[in-house]
């Protein structure tokens, strides 16, 4: 399995990881499944600043993580929300975790001060990850999204990074040095392999 960056030519790839989400379950709040085209363009405007990065075996992508603009006023301008998915039967084999990892410390590069993981309740899996990287729980959202007829709450988490005490200007990812950038992704793809391979052994 390998970490890398993504590309707009990945986006019909991801989309049908993606779309099972939209049409079964309430983890997004979205209702219908976007264009390929519509797809496409939110990639391409994601990656031309945020980092989003798949994981792949043999040239299939088994899932996605990707971080992006909290809100849109200036002054959010140092949040990040993230986001993962996976393909449903390769849920719960670490891939989630260095995903997020990578994108977390990718994040940390840009000069983010906070982390947010927002979490459609109830979801154990996504609570137990967003715990183990260290997120707090700081607020829940009570019936705030609607969708397959009943009212849902949403979970914030958040993890603050960069204890710097001058507020550095955030870097696009793509003007990161690319050196350090491989290297993460390099440390979360051996952390993968080193999980696969002692489950087989």
């Known amino acids: 399995m390998i970490i890398r960056k993504a590309a707009a030519a990945d986006s019909d790839k991801i989309l049908e990881i ?10 997004t709040f979205e209702y219908t ?4 085209q519509v797809f496409k363009n939110r990639v391409e405007k994601i990656i031309s600043e945020y980092p989003y990065v798949v ?5 299939e992508i088994l899932g996605y993580c990707y971080g992006s603009r909290l809100m849109e ?8 929300e993230l986001s993962v998915y996976l393909k449903e039967e390769y849920r719960g084999k670490g891939i989630g975790g260095a995903l997020y990892g990578a994108v977390m410390e990718t994040a940390e590069l840009m000069n983010i001060k906070n ?17 183990r990287f260290g997120f707090a729980h700081e607020a829940t959202l009570k019936k705030t999204g609607y969708k397959f007829g009943r009212w849902i709450d949403l979970m914030y988490f ?3 990074i960069n204890q ?18 491989e290297k993460i992704l390099k440390k979360y793809e051996d952390y993968l392999n080193g999980i696969s391979v002692s489950k087989q052994s």
């Open 18 to 27: 993606y779309k099972p989400y939209i049409l079964k379950t309430v983890i």
């Open 33 to 36: 499944v976007p264009s390929p």
């Open 55 to 59: 994981c792949e075996d043999k040239g």
């Open 73 to 80: 006023r200036a002054a959010f301008g140092w949040d990040m």
């Open 115 to 131: 982390l947010y993981g927002l979490i459609a309740a109830p979801n154990t899996e996504s609570e137990r990850l967003h715990a």
């Open 158 to 160: 958040r993890k603050e």
């Open 164 to 181: 710097n005490t001058e507020v550095l200007p955030v870097k696009n990812a793509n003007d990161l040095n690319p050196v350090k950038t």
